[in-house]
């Protein structure tokens, strides 16, 4: 995508000269490349860059098997995470598969889902990218063919007439371009992610399926300025990573719920491509400020519906029971650390507030895996510990229609009196239903006692 000086008009690339119409006739050589990159969310630094954009120039060049080049996601996401990843040497294995076994044996006492059978893994940040770009793929994969559909649309329709006849090889590259920019940063996210993460389930969200592990480079920089032994810190959050897999392996519709929710909000985002339509139109490539300011506003940001709001209430509440049901047993169990009460709420506040590469994450697919409500998760839990029992409470795991909802979250001690109501409205259907059926109100008196009028 880049000019050589050394062409004539009669080579020009044809991408590049419908570029050059769409902005301005200057093409691309006015964009500031440094400017681009930070507003687009990606790394300035010109070697990683030029790596980047050679791998884009590649897809652009190559067929695609849908909107979106995931391995592109791919190798971005390995460049991103490369950077300081050591390979986990065998006294880190050692030290995880111990954390893992300790924790299930001291949550036993505190949960009735029994223990989940699984070997404690060591992962580094790499292989982090490994076990879950499946996962992301699964659950940005909607929002990146509606970006790419919108943006290549947009193009399309915003050519000129005389243009239209030279779309020839550049057609599919032209098709496959917003999906392209959005595998770049998408493999940056993650990426990112991956120097943030401490375990496979750190963000609440069972990324890799049935697996326990944990980083031990990112455990040891979570432990970093807290001055507490990095044995108890590496235990409080192995509990938390064996309560997280004991929860999605012992309730085996939970993890399909999170997933198919997340992808059904965000099969429900619709690109605004009026935005585009004027970025196309009205963007300066000599100004790189102007780029910048055009991107941040919002250009490609998924727009949400009002069915959406209300199905990010339900997905938030669930992430919340998730990750409020694993606070409140990780700090049962870890009742004889001494550091357990500080741990406890400096993992409490970084999931609330999230790190950069989240907030990255959210930028990009209109979504932040957050658990907003974990406070008020944690205090329903322990009410209803306090009011069923261990067993009582996590009998409410058995299926997804008894979990408690957002109104529950507002008041958790009234949840028990509300749950009996319910089931107490479903009994009187049943019986009249039963009724019904049984013919017990065909009877030749009504309900007064009055005998029934002479349809004469």
């Known amino acids: 995508m880049t000019n050589d000086p050394a062409k004539n008009d009669d080579d020009q690339d044809p991408l590049q000269e419908i570029l050059a119409q769409l902005m301005g006739g200057r093409g691309l050589e ?12 990606l790394p300035n630094d010109p070697q990683v860059m030029q790596q980047m954009f050679a791998q884009f120039q590649n897809m652009m060049n190559s067929p695609s098997e849908g909107p979106v080049n995931w391995q592109l996601a791919h190798d971005n996401a390995r460049q991103a995470a490369a950077g300081g990843d050591p390979s986990v040497t065998p006294a880190q294995n050692r030290e995880v598969d111990e954390a ?52 290549s649309t947009t193009l399309q329709e915003q050519l000129p007439e005389e243009m239209k006849s030279m779309m020839g090889g550049a057609a599919s590259a032209l098709q496959n371009m917003g999906g392209a920019l959005f595998g770049m940063q998408l493999g940056q ?3 990112a992610l991956a120097k943030e993460v401490v375990s ?17 480079a990112n455990v040891a920089a979570f432990g970093e300025g807290l001055d507490l032994p990095e044995n108890e810190v590496r235990l409080f959050l192995a509990l938390r990573e064996a309560a997280h897999a004991r929860l ?22 619709h690109i605004d491509t009026s935005k585009i339509e004027e970025l196309a139109r009205d963007l300066d490539p000599a100004d790189p400020e102007g780029i910048r300011e055009a991107l941040s506003q919002g250009v490609f ?51 609330a507030t999230g790190g950069p590469a989240e907030h ?37 795991w058995k299926h997804p229609d008894l979990l408690p909802t957002a109104e529950d979250l507002d008041d958790p001690s009234g949840f028990s009196a509300r749950r009996e109501l319910a089931e107490a409205s479903d009994s009187a259907v049943d019986e009249a239903l039963e009724r019904l059926l049984d013919g017990g109100y065909d009877s030749d008196d ?4 009055n005998p029934p009028e002479d349809p004469k």
């Open 446 to 449: 009504d309900s007064s006692g």
């Open 100 to 151: 893992l076994r300790l924790a299930e044996l001291w949550l036993d006492p505190v949960t009735d889902l029994p223990s989940t059978g699984l070997i404690g893994k060591a992962w580094s940040r790499a292989e982090w990218v490994e076990e879950t770009l499946g996962t992301w793929k699964r659950l940005t994969e909607p929002v990146a063919n509606s970006i790419a559909l919108a943006l």
């Open 30 to 41: 006015g964009i500031d490349a440094a400017a681009l990159a930070k507003a687009a969310g």
């Open 189 to 191: 996210a993650v990426g």
């Open 200 to 216: 496979s389930t750190d963000i609440g969200v069972p990324l890799a399926d049935l697996q326990m592990a944990l980083l031990p």
């Open 360 to 396: 990255a994450f959210g930028s990009l697919v209109g979504l932040e895996l957050r658990p907003r409500r974990l406070r008020e998760a944690a205090t329903l839990w322990a009410a209803l510990k306090e009011q069923r029992g261990i067993a009582g409470r996590d009998a409410i």
């Open 248 to 269: 999605f392996v012992q309730v085996p519709w939970l993890r399909g719920h999170l997933l198919g929710a997340i992808e059904a909000y965000a099969r429900g985002i």
């Open 301 to 351: 940001m998924p727009q949400r519906t009002a069915a959406q709001d209300a199905a990010l209430v339900k997905l938030e509440t669930a992430l919340a029971l998730v990750e409020g049901w694993v606070d409140e047993l990780t700090f049962e169990a870890a009742a004889q650390l001494p550091s357990a009460a500080a741990l406890r709420e400096t993992v409490r506040r970084r999931r």
